[in-house]
Antibody, heavy 119, light 110 residues
Framework: QVQLQESGPGLVKPSETLSLTCGVS?????????WGWIRQPPGKGLEWIGN???????YYNPSLKSRVTISVDTSKNQLSLKLSSVTAADTAVYYC????????????WGQGTLVTVSS | QSALTQPPSASGSPGQSVTISCTGT?????????VSWYQQHPGKAPKLTIY???KRPSGVPDRFSGSKSGNTASLTVSGLQAEDEADYYC??????????FGGGTKLTVL
């Protein structure tokens, strides 16, 4: 059974960098799937952040591209998200998920982790 | 890229059918067979409900069905049950390796 678990600080100061990790168990990240990040501000809808393939190929939401870095560590079977220069608008629940390689749906999701941007 | 358009709310009584629409453009919904739908209960992660416009993952009841006409995709829930009350989100491939979500629809079972 594929399981994903997000982890990282729950509070980040404005202008700093948000850093999260997603540990994957039950499936090798070094496989024919994309791995992605999606976020959801409190009380609002979902927003795609970006995807990464195990080769390191990345694809980002154009609206966030200048501030986002997604990376993968195949030895630890995990992926990471960094979002720089955060503001209160970046406060959200952040999810990691597995995305089908040839299609564009996310079939397994982590439980999500709330990150609050506040001084 | 703009978000896909969904009605903010929908409702129906137990046993009835309800349809939620998801409107995009020829650059996303209408251009690819890539619309997926997610069900999200409060405080929970989204759950894949429909993928590739009309396909249902294993374990999802056949009361859930997807369709598409032009730039509008739809999710129909037949034989509504109390546990179907949730938020529903559509998403579509939007070209150039981009994905776009709809704003979400809150489904209420009366």
């Amino acid at each position: 059974q594929v399981q994903l678990q997000e982890s990282g600080p729950g509070l980040v100061k404005p202008s700093e960098t948000l850093s999260l990790t997603c540990g994957v168990s039950g499936y090798s990240i070094n496989s024919a799937y994309f791995w992605g990040w999606i976020r959801q501000p409190p009380g609002k809808g979902l927003e795609w952040i970006g995807n990464i393939y195990h080769t390191g190929a990345t694809y980002y939401n154009p609206s966030l591209k200048s501030r986002v870095t997604i990376s993968v560590d195949t030895s630890k079977n995990q992926l990471s998200l960094k979002l720089s220069s955060v503001t209160a608008a970046d406060t959200a629940v952040y999810y990691c998920a597995r995305r089908n390689y040839v299609s564009y749906y996310f079939d397994y999701w982590g439980q999500g982790t709330l990150v609050t941007v506040s001084s | 890229q703009s978000a896909l358009t969904q009605p903010p709310s929908a409702s129906g009584s137990p046993g009835q059918s309800v349809t939620i629409s998801c409107t995009g453009t020829s650059s996303d919904v209408g251009g690819y067979n890539s619309v997926s739908w997610y069900q999200q209960h409060p405080g929970k992660a989204p759950k894949l409900t429909i993928y590739e416009d009309t396909k249902r993952p294993s374990g999802v009841p056949d009361r859930f069905s997807g369709s598409k006409s032009g730039n509008t995709a739809s999710l129909t829930v037949s034989g509504l049950q109390a546990e179907d009350e949730a938020d529903y989100y559509c998403t579509s491939y939007a070209g150039s390796n981009n994905l776009v979500f709809g704003g979400g629809t809150k489904l209420t079972v009366l």
